[in-house]
């Protein structure tokens, strides 16, 4: 073994080199923390704000500053509970219960201490203390979500950061010490506060301030379900499910999502000008299975469905546009005919009778086998696809007859009161599954182009959720639980050597959070058995 070193004094070396900063990096293809002695010859890949490892370290380190500031500036004694809830506006919203009045002068006192903070670079320390410790810990601090959180934990030990006189625990890596945290912003909204930070696309700036005020309501619906139900984090599931209390807890919250899409088919049932249901959203946000249950409640309202996928009108793949990398485009909006799509669609309105196609993905070629359609006084169109929310597709369409959904995964269950889980995260875990399922897909290979997918969402459906007439929340609070004994033996096959491999190895880690649970109590119809197996729908 040759000379040891520390690998923020190789980063501090190397960061000439790089445009972003270094904060994290990669020895023989594991994710390391800076603080972390290496053999000098060791191959270190370093990695920065702009990569996604990283931001999210720069994010989680930034967090722990602003909960210092927060314990720091108002008394203990007053503070309930401080809670990262989830994420808006490229930040997170956060909030706090107790003795606190969150308003302006909040906001710049907490801003001014995480300055102090940050100026004074003070160093961020990891210890590894046993589960036991852990738990007496934060029971005598009052994080009572993570001495429930380590109750359940398999591990014996835990890593807990010290920051000056502030100790807490938190799922991911950390940067040094504060004074890498150069940009951030907090904002008053509703009642709490939205701390934001830079993006991987602008590493040195904060992004403008956008409330989203659609997302935030079903965000802020979805945080009430929970707390009505019990369990707003994982050990709180965890709990439920030591004493047996799953059952209920699957049935009502698949109840509460049927009473919603129940609600919403009575919204459109009592505009007679709505004509064309368009449902949105990101990659497994189990549009399939929610356009189906839409479909059923629609009837139960009187009124006659019909399915469209917006894939039927993909143009023949000869004419499909290229990505960078030379490969198909599938998700720009010029992969579809939008020509067909629009003189089809006015056809229907107008009471004419059109024959609607089908793509064939094996030949690459649209065809026509007869399915003709004409809509009656009663007869509504479900159209899903990931286009459905921008006008640009259904620009000859007249505004009222429209009636746009968008849906997503929201995952609301969070860690702890201080980790919150990615929206994403839920999201490929589900995608990992079923790719697995129903096409043989590694989850190597999943895990490869989530990037991609990740992308063509920020540009084709991100930038319109607000435009919907309503939002769905499709997450639900047990999936993650169920998923894990799927997920588990797909991730254990992704190998050390692997590009894939580090993302893998946090997959498992987050995953081990979760007692199991079994699929007997999920219903036909739930959105999770569109992903699992076992749906009533062709899914």
């Known amino acids: 073994m040759g000379e040891m070193i520390l690998l923020e004094k190789l980063a501090q070396d190397a960061q000439k080199d790089f445009k972003n900063r270094i904060v994290l990096a990669k020895v023989d293809g594991k994710l390391t923390e800076l603080t972390k002695m290496v053999d000098a010859d060791t191959d270190v890949e370093f990695i920065t704000t702009a990569q996604n490892d990283g931001a999210l370290t720069y994010k989680r380190s930034a967090t722990l500053i602003m909960l210092k500031a927060i314990y720091d500036v108002v008394p203990r004694d007053d503070i309930e509970k401080v809670t990262v809830e989830f994420s808006l506006s490229k930040g ?3 909030t706090v219960r107790g003795n606190v009045k969150v308003n302006d002068d909040f906001i710049l006192s907490v801003k001014k201490r995480m300055r102090e903070i940050i100026n004074a670079d003070l160093p961020i320390v990891k210890e590894n203390i046993s589960k036991d410790e852990a738990i007496e810990h934060f029971r005598k601090h009052g994080m009572h979500d993570k001495e429930k959180l380590f109750t359940y934990r398999k591990s014996s030990t835990v890593n807990v950061y010290l920051l000056g006189n502030f100790e807490d625990y938190f799922y991911g890596y950390m940067v040094p010490s504060t004074g890498y945290i150069e940009y951030f912003d907090l904002y008053l909204y509703d009642v709490g506060f939205v701390i934001q930070f830079p993006t991987t696309d602008s590493t040195d700036e904060i992004p403008e301030f956008m409330p989203q005020k659609k997302l935030f309501n079903v965000l802020n619906e979805s945080m009430e379900w929970y707390r009505m139900l019990g369990v707003e984090t994982v050990g709180d599931l965890n709990e439920t499910i030591a004493a047996g209390g799953i059952k209920e807890l699957i049935l009502v919250q698949e109840a509460l999502q049927e009473k919603k899409l129940a609600d919403i088919a009575q919204t459109i049932a009592s505009d007679k000008t709505k004509k064309f249901i368009m449902i949105a959203g990101p990659s497994s946000s189990g549009k399939t299975t929610t356009s189906y249950r839409l479909a059923i409640q629609l009837r139960a309202h009187g009124l006659k469905p019909h399915q469209i996928s917006l894939d039927n009108y993909f143009v023949d793949r000869e004419f499909t546009p290229k990505d960078a990398d030379g490969n198909f485009n599938f998700e720009c909006l010029e992969a579809l005919d939008v020509e067909q799509f629009n003189r089809d669609m006015t056809a229907l309105l107008a009471g004419e009778c059109v024959e609607l196609p089908t793509f064939n993905f094996k030949t690459g070629k649209r065809e026509y086998n007869g399915d003709y359609k004409r809509l009656g006084p009663n007869d509504v169109l479900v159209i899903e696809g ?59 290979k999943t895990i490869s182009m989530w990037s ?40 254990f096959g992704i190998k050390p050597e692997d ?28 959105i999770t058995r569109e992903f699992i197996g076992g749906s009533c729908f062709n899914v």
């Open 92 to 94: 997170y919203y956060c």
């Open 499 to 526: 590009a894939e491999y580090s993302e893998a190895n946090r997959l498992i880690k987050f995953l081990d959070y979760f007692l199991g649970v079994s699929t007997d109590n999920i219903p036909i119809n739930s």
């Open 386 to 444: 990931i286009h459905g929310l921008n006008d640009k597709l259904s620009y000859s369409l007249p505004k009222d007859s429209k009636f746009k959904i968008y849906l997503s995964a929201l995952t609301q269950l969070n860690i702890d009161e201080h980790n919150r889980i990615p929206t994403t995260d839920g999201r490929l875990i589900r995608r990992m599954v079923r790719d697995a399922r129903t096409r043989g897909t590694s989850a190597k």
């Open 452 to 491: 991609s997918v990740r992308r063509g969402e920020e540009e084709n459906i991100f930038p319109f959720q607000e435009e919907a007439d309503v939002m769905f929340n499709s997450a639900l609070i047990y999936e993650l639980a169920v998923l894990k004994q799927y997920a588990e033996p797909l991730l």
